[in-house]
């Protein structure tokens, strides 16, 4: 997360636009900008099982990152993918994403507000943010799901409830995995996103080194110690 900031900054400065892909090492979750995270995740499950808990600068709700992968893509608010809206921008950008998935020879939709979906079940999430001048899109496209493990580090309203949601998760998410009928690696996966977005907006993408610039990783470290990793951020609501 503290990444993401970092690139939005360099863009914000006059960078070019950005399309980052990733992994979480351990397994995640993150809380959306406005939730508070007491009436949101379990702690105390979390730091049993070994779970990070980090606090998005995007909007919506908690989300288990585990596997799966995940794009941010940022971008200035006067480029012609931003849009005039984020309601206006999500089908735009998340285009990408179906192309990608159709590359590999799945049928998937956009579903208003800004979910994607493939033979009838959810299949990626996401979620945008504008601030300094620039768009900040990121999301996540599932390679597989474990709804149990989710509702042990998630709350839900009534503990009765949570064998009929895990079930209805199962009903309404999938996993690339499912709808391919094989384990899909991340490096396959990533590569055929970055085609799906590249071809559906048009993008031209410039060479360089891979991964961030040694300024943007220094930057994200001060963000982490300053915000992401502190107390006061990550317990703010």
């Known amino acids: 997360m503290a990444l993401d900031e970092a690139l939005l900054e360099t863009v914000a400065a006059g960078a070019v636009p950005v399309l ?7 397994p995640a979750v993150s809380i959306g900008y406005f939730q508070g995270i007491e009436e949101e995740v379990d702690l105390e499950a979390c730091v049993r099982r070994g779970i990070d808990v980090v606090r998005r ?3 919506g709700g908690a989300v288990f990152h585990d596997a799966e992968i995940t794009y941010s893509l940022i971008m200035p608010l006067d480029h012609p993918l931003a849009g005039t809206s984020i309601m206006a921008s999500y ?3 998340c285009s990408g994403i179906t192309a990608g998935l159709g590359l ?6 956009f579903a208003p507000i800004n979910d994607i979906v493939a033979g009838g079940k959810k299949v990626s999430g996401n979620a945008q943010t504008r601030r300094q001048g620039c ?5 996540t496209v599932l390679l597989d799901s474990d709804p149990e493990l989710m509702f042990e580090l998630l709350k839900v309203p009534q503990e009765k409830m949570k064998g009929k949601l895990i079930q209805d998760i199962k009903l309404r998410v999938t996993g690339l995995y499912a709808l391919l009928g094989r384990n899909i690696s991340y490096v396959e996966a990533r590569d055929v996103l970055a085609r ?5 907006l048009s993008l031209d993408y410039v060479s360089g080194p891979a991964g961030p610039s040694p300024s943007e990783e220094a930057r994200a470290g001060t963000l982490v110690r300053e ?3 502190s107390r006061a951020w990550l317990r703010r609501r």
């Open 104 to 109: 590999l020879g799945i049928d998937a939709a």
């Open 227 to 229: 915000k992401f990793g």
């Open 91 to 93: 089908g735009r950008l």
């Open 57 to 59: 600068i995007s909007g």
């Open 135 to 139: 768009v900040l899109q990121h999301g």
């Open 196 to 200: 799906g977005f590249r071809d559906a």
């Open 20 to 26: 980052r892909f990733y992994g979480w090492s351990p």
